[in-house]
Nanobody, 129 residues
Framework: QVQLVESGGGLVHVGGSLRLSCAAS????????MGWFRQAPGKEREFVAA????????HYADSVKGRFTISRDNAKNTVYLQMNSLKPEDTAVYYC??????????????????????WGQGTQVTVSS
């Protein structure tokens, strides 16, 4: 079982940037699908981005495509979310998640909260207008 700890959230103005980090424990990191999800007040948790175990393939929600980039450093057991051109609608608690490698081969699985096994505590991102 992997343990995940997010960091890097904060308060930024519209158009600004943040980089979120997620540090993972356990030797399974390099074989796990890693995902980022977010949840705004009163809304369901929604998919943001996911990375295949090697980091060579990625998947993004339409709402963040072209603005956010997920990457990973398997040697450091860390996954990142670079967030550029931030909008007020990006305001949410952002969660890092880990899932088994098999979920990568289904578009619906790798973007579903139900398919991830481990979750971080979340980090707040607030974009002010």
């Amino acid at each position: 079982q992997v343990q995940l700890v997010e960091s890097g959230g904060g308060l930024v103005h519209v158009g600004g940037s943040l980089r979120l980090s997620c540090a993972a424990s356990g030797r399974s990191f390099s074989t796990d699908v890693m995902g980022w999800f977010r949840q705004a007040p009163g809304k369901e948790r929604e998919f943001v981005a996911a990375s295949a175990p090697s980091g060579s393939s990625t998947h993004y929600a339409d709402s963040v495509k072209g603005r956010f980039t997920i990457s990973r450093d398997n040697a450091k057991n860390t996954v990142y979310l670079q967030m550029n051109s931030l909008k007020p609608e990006d305001t949410a608690v952002y969660y890092c998640a880990a899932g088994g490698s098999a979920i990568w081969y289904s578009r619906s699985s790798r973007s579903s909260t139900r398919r991830y096994d481990s979750w971080g505590q979340g980090t707040q991102v607030t974009v002010s207008s």
